[in-house]
């Protein structure tokens, strides 16, 4: 199977769409005062910052490991896409539902300049529908069989799935501005324009939250996925190693593993036997692990009852 990847072009091709989406929003809002525009752009201008976020965490995590970090600083992606969540929480989710509440309240009209926010809403889905294409392709190979749904909660890199939950977000949340905005034009009624954000931050809360859930898992230590799980267990055994006792994996880092096994041998074996047959036994688990870069302990011990 494929590995993952740190979804550079994904992360760079959404920070691209981004960018130039928030400007155009925010050039719609000042002309129109449209609540659901001020959200889109703050939503926009948040996801801006999130890939820029994301693209941080990588390149510290290229940094070689140190006295202070002897496994490497693999986990900044984690701790990066974690970051993530909680500036599409407050900034994206809980900023919207503010702009909601305050519209809803003082509702105004669009009254000049009508045709902008439409064709601004119509250009951001072709821009966002790009952005979604370049993450679905990044993640065709590195998903396997699996659906995209059990990828996004199975993937041990944090990059590509969480750029294909915001695009998907972005997507979904553009179209309920544009609701809200044509459903204010066609009936004069701002209040429909204050629904239309509300909607935008409860769906940016949602994708927050399961994101924020996703990613704590990761920074406290996911085991190796069950299929490299299985190669692990698979290529230990051999020469004086009989069989394996019990086996703990740990990712310190999307591409990196730590393995720690305990092994049976025979009671005749020598030691050197032993010395010999663990350091085959570690050259078979890292070539069952193509993509991945594996530390690992292998302790002998006497099967017992």
């Not at 925010?26 to 948040?46: D, N, P």
């Not at 974690?82 to 669009?110: C, D, N, Q």
Request: aromatic share 6%; net charge negative.
């Amino acid at each position: 199977m494929a590995h993952d990847h740190s979804g550079g072009k994904a992360i760079i091709a959404a920070l691209a769409a981004n960018v130039g989406i928030a400007v155009t929003k925010a050039v719609a809002w000042l002309l129109t005062g449209s609540s659901s525009m001020l959200a889109e752009s703050v939503h926009s201008l948040a996801d801006s910052g999130n890939q820029a976020i994301l693209l941080l965490g990588g390149r510290r995590a290229k940094r070689q490991a140190d006295e202070q970090h002897q496994f490497g600083y693999g986990r900044s992606r984690y701790l990066a896409a974690f970051i993530v969540s909680i500036v599409l929480f407050t900034l994206g989710g809980l900023f919207a539902l503010y702009e909601a509440w305050e519209k809803f309240s003082h509702p105004h009209a669009i009254d000049s300049w009508l045709w902008v926010p439409v064709a601004v809403l119509v250009v951001s889905i072709g821009l966002e529908s790009f952005s979604l294409r370049t993450a679905l392709h990044e993640a065709h190979a590195a998903r396997g069989r699996r659906s995209l749904l059990g990828y996004i909660r199975d993937s041990r890199s944090p990059e590509v799935p969480l750029v294909l939950l915001e695009d998907i977000g972005a997507l979904v949340g553009l179209v309920l501005a544009l609701g809200g905005v044509s459903m204010t034009l066609l009936t004069g009624d701002g209040r429909w324009d204050a629904i239309g954000s509300a909607s935008i931050g409860l769906l940016l809360v949602v994708i927050a939250l399961f994101l924020a859930l996703e990613m704590s898992s990761l920074l406290l230590g996911e085991s190796a996925a069950p299929e490299h799980r299985d190669a692990i267990l698979a290529a230990i055994p051999g020469g004086a190693l009989d069989s394996v006792v019990y086996l703990r994996t740990i990712h310190t880092g999307p591409e990196t593993l730590l393995v720690a096994a305990k092994v049976a041998v025979p009671t005749e074996a020598t030691g050197m036997e032993i010395a010999e047959s663990i350091d085959a036994a570690e050259a078979r688990v890292r070539e069952a692990l193509p993509g991945l870069s594996a530390t690992i302990f292998l302790e002998p011990d006497i099967r017992r009852a």
